[in-house]
């Protein structure tokens, strides 16, 4: 078993440190972020972007998220390993649960991460009293970009922020143990950090956060397409792909990275 468990998450959150969260996706890259001081590293579903060169997540299947997660498995000694259950894996209890037992027991997952606001907190209960370790991801869930109709900051004025307040509130009352936001406003996701004791990592949500999450291809300069306004390329300033990532962890920790240039007002 590698060294980072939910139990060291927690006494970061509760020591002030940093939890620094990165993508991977394959054995060599999972090694690299591993060696790198990483302490979480998640096989996301943006590997139907980054992997595969779909324009979103939907298309992504269990399958392919089982394959990518034993790859990435095989190369960590330290963090801890959370894994995406990809779009309509997850559509009931037992779709989620049964999508949950492949990647943990074929794949090798610590932890699950589900796309969730308080509509989906029976099936993150249903997970948890299953004796899943899940991580709810809210804010914008980019899974949901179809209804959406587009990737925009969340949690805007004070209904909606009242509303990501409440879906905090419900997913950490239905058992989740890890919170994730993605594209908030740093005063909302201070908000929420504030509003439960779960670590709360954060990705366009500002340096209020327990941690921060970035894609791997971001912070190597490599994104297809136009970088996201919250990433940095930690390689144009580094000498080698070890070194980003070290600068990534090095950047978290210090409370370096975001700056104010990377949030939403
Ligand atoms: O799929 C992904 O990479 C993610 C994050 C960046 C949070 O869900
Ligand atoms: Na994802």
């Known amino acids: 078993t590698r ?3 939910l139990s060291t998450l927690r006494r970061m959150k509760a020591d002030g440190t940093p939890i620094v969260a990165l993508t991977a996706y394959d054995y060599s890259f999972a090694r690299v972020v591993d060696r790198a001081g990483v302490d979480v590293v998640l096989v996301g579903d943006s590997l139907g972007m980054v992997m595969q060169g779909h324009g ?21 000694e330290r963090a801890y390993l959370m894994v995406d259950l990809p779009f309509l894996s997850d559509y009931d209890d037992r779709a989620a649960l049964e999508s949950a037992a492949v990647l943990m027991k074929e794949g090798g997952a610590d932890m699950v991460k589900i796309e969730a606001n308080a509509a989906q ?11 899943v370790p899940v991580c709810a991801h809210f804010g914008l869930r980019p899974q949901r970009v179809g209804q959406l109709g587009g990737y925009r900051v969340q949690g805007r004025g004070d209904e909606a922020a009242e509303q990501v307040l409440a879906d905090a509130r ?7 143990d890890v919170l994730l936001v993605e594209c908030l406003s740093a005063p909302v996701a201070a ?6 004791e779960l670590p709360l990592i954060g ?3 500002g340096v209020d956060c327990d941690g921060q999450i970035l894609v791997l291809q971001d912070i190597l300069g490599i994104t297809p ?21 070290e600068g990534y962890v090095e950047a978290v920790r210090s409370h370096r990275f975001p700056g104010p240039e990377h949030g939403f007002e």
Do not use: N, W
């Open 121 to 131: 907190a029976p099936i993150v209960e249903a997970l948890s009293r299953a004796g």
């Open 3 to 5: 060294s980072i468990s």
């Open 56 to 76: 979103g997540t939907v298309p992504v299947t269990l399958e392919e998220m089982a394959y990518h997660t034993r790859c990435v498995a095989r190369g960590l």
């Open 203 to 205: 990705i366009g949500a």
């Open 225 to 245: 397409g136009r970088p996201p306004k919250f990433s940095h390329d930690f390689l144009a300033e580094q000498g080698s792909i070890p070194a980003a990532v």
């Open 191 to 196: 908000r929420v950090r504030a509003a439960t």
């Open 170 to 176: 419900t997913l950490a009352a239905a058992g989740a």
